[in-house]
């Protein structure tokens, strides 16, 4: 069960596709306060000094300095100051989106973490706030990118344990279908073998596949079998044709040109990088 969950978060992030509305670093005025207003964008709220009040959903906190929330989309949210000694915070507000889906509505996580050595979330949130003001035509990659960085540092401050996967049917379902992948890479998976474990028509199957990870079946698999072939080029002394049995292409020379076309190299030219 831990390593279906396992497997389907790290597929949800391996597909995640990030875009950044606005990143700043705040002394907050006096007079910062909303009420129960619920945004379309999750916000990162990093505490580096001060005393204020937020309310996600229908709990309330007060962060303190060197704690970081996340406050996702659609959840009701309220802030204020609460004295004189105002947040001084970075924070941004962005998208975080697996397909169609929200990252947020398919994962709950804690809704802030206690951040300890904060030189390189500093870093990243500096990084962020710079790309975003500076205007140069390649900073909304660079923005993407450090986002991208931010996100991954908050899920390394969690167990598996600390992150819950909602639990829809769709999600279930989803985690029985990479498993099956993963565990039959060697043989002739097909659409109608996929469809046939959540009971979908082949047709609805590969919409409900791209909804939830951007990309169809048969493209997810085959870059698992890519993923794995790399690894075996790397770590055994298997020839191209075993390794192209193993991982379910049984012609080597088919195998050999999409692998080039996937990595740029033949197998033999990765093997001896």
Request: contains cysteine; hydrophobic residues 40%; proline residues 3%.
């Amino acid at each position: 069960m831990k390593h279906d969950k396992a497997l389907l978060i790290k597929n949800y992030l391996s597909n995640l596709q990030v875009d950044v509305q606005v990143a700043s670093y705040t002394c907050c005025p006096q007079s910062w306060a909303d009420f129960d207003y619920v945004p379309d964008y999750n916000k990162f709220y990093y505490i580096c000094d001060g005393e204020g009040w937020l309310k996600i959903g229908s709990d309330e906190y007060y962060p303190k300095p060197g704690q970081l929330f996340l406050m996702p989309a659609g959840v009701v949210q309220s802030y204020s100051t609460i004295s004189e000694n105002t947040f001084k915070k970075y924070w941004c507000h962005f998208t975080a989106k697996v397909g169609e889906m929200n990252l947020f509505d398919i994962v709950r996580t804690p809704v802030f973490v206690d951040v300890g050595d904060d030189r390189e979330l500093k870093e990243l949130f500096a990084a962020l706030v710079d790309s975003y003001h500076s205007g140069g035509f390649t900073d909304a990659l660079r923005l993407k990118g450090i986002m991208m960085e931010i996100i991954a540092w908050y899920f390394d401050k969690l167990s598996l344990d600390d992150i819950q996967l909602y639990a829809y049917s769709s999600t279930q379902e989803l985690g029985e279908v990479l498993t099956f992948i993963e565990s039959h890479l060697n043989d002739n998976i097909t659409i109608d073998d996929l469809a046939k474990i959540v009971h979908f028509h082949p047709n609805y199957f590969i919409k409900f596949f791209r909804d939830h990870l951007g990309c169809s079946p048969m493209q997810y698999i085959n870059r698992l079998r890519l993923e794995k072939a790399k690894h075996l080029l790397k770590t055994t002394d298997l020839t191209v044709k075993e390794i192209a049995d193993m991982i379910g292409f049984n012609d080597a020379g088919y195998f050999s040109k999409v692998f080039k076309r996937y990595t740029g190299f033949s197998p033999q030219e990765f093997r001896n990088i």
